[in-house]
Structures are given as C-alpha cells and as structure tokens.
Nanobody, 126 residues
Framework: QVRLVESGGGVVQTGGSLRLSCAASGRTFKSYAMGWARQEPGKEREFVSTISWNGDTTYYADSVKGRFTISRDNAESTLFLQMNSLIPEDSAVYFC???????????????????WGQGTQVTVSS
C-alpha cells in the first residue's frame, strides 16, 4: 500500500520560505515520478511541480517558476519542495502525489498521479 506523508507546512509572512517534505513508502520510490499539487478552498486542485524518477526532468506551474524548487532523495524515499518568496496566493493545502510511471509528460494530469497524501496547510499572511 502506497503511503505519502507530508510535513513542513505552516504560517509564514509574505516573502518568507517554507520547505515541504514527503515521506513515501509502499513501493520502490526511485522508480516513479513524484510531484506536488495544491488546492485552495472552493477551487480545483492545481499541479505545482513534478519531478521524474531520477530528478533529471522537472515541471513547474507558471505561478511558481523561479520561486519553488522540487527535489528528491531516492535513498531516503523523500520528496521536497523548497518554497521561497511566498505570497498570499500560495496559501493552500499542499499534497504530495505519486506517479504511475517514471517519466513526466508535458503537462501533469490527475490520472497520471493516482497516489495522494493527506496534505499539509500552507498559509501566507500579508
């Protein structure tokens, strides 16, 4: 059974930073693409960033390019999201997501990422 557990969320002021972590278990972590998605109340889920099995390929939503960095530690089965220059619009529940295969497609879609964590709340105050 695949299990994804996020940590690192919290409250931060505009311009601040947070680092999210996702501990994965239940399958061979290094064999699959991973990512982060977020959801604000009343809005659809949005893919923030994804990373291929070996970290060579990444995707970032336009809204976070240049501010967020995704990375992974395959030896520790852990996914990270470094978030800098945070703005109130980044406030959301952030979910760790696990892919069906090792590679990324041009644009991530929910059917490609069937595994989701419980989420961690990020709140950016103005």
């Amino acid at each position: 059974q695949v299990r994804l557990v996020e940590s690192g969320g919290g409250v931060v002021q505009t311009g601040g930073s947070l680092r999210l972590s996702c501990a994965a278990s239940g399958r061979t972590f290094k064999s699959y693409a991973m990512g982060w998605a977020r959801q604000e109340p009343g809005k659809e889920r949005e893919f923030v960033s994804t990373i291929s099995w070996n970290g060579d390929t990444t995707y970032y939503a336009d809204s976070v390019k240049g501010r967020f960095t995704i990375s992974r530690d395959n030896a520790e089965s852990t996914l990270f999201l470094q978030m800098n220059s945070l703005i109130p619009e980044d406030s959301a529940v952030y979910f760790c997501v696990g892919g069906r295969g090792p590679f990324l497609t041009e644009t991530p879609a929910q059917e490609q990422y069937p595994y989701w964590g419980q989420g961690t709340q990020v709140t950016v105050s103005s």
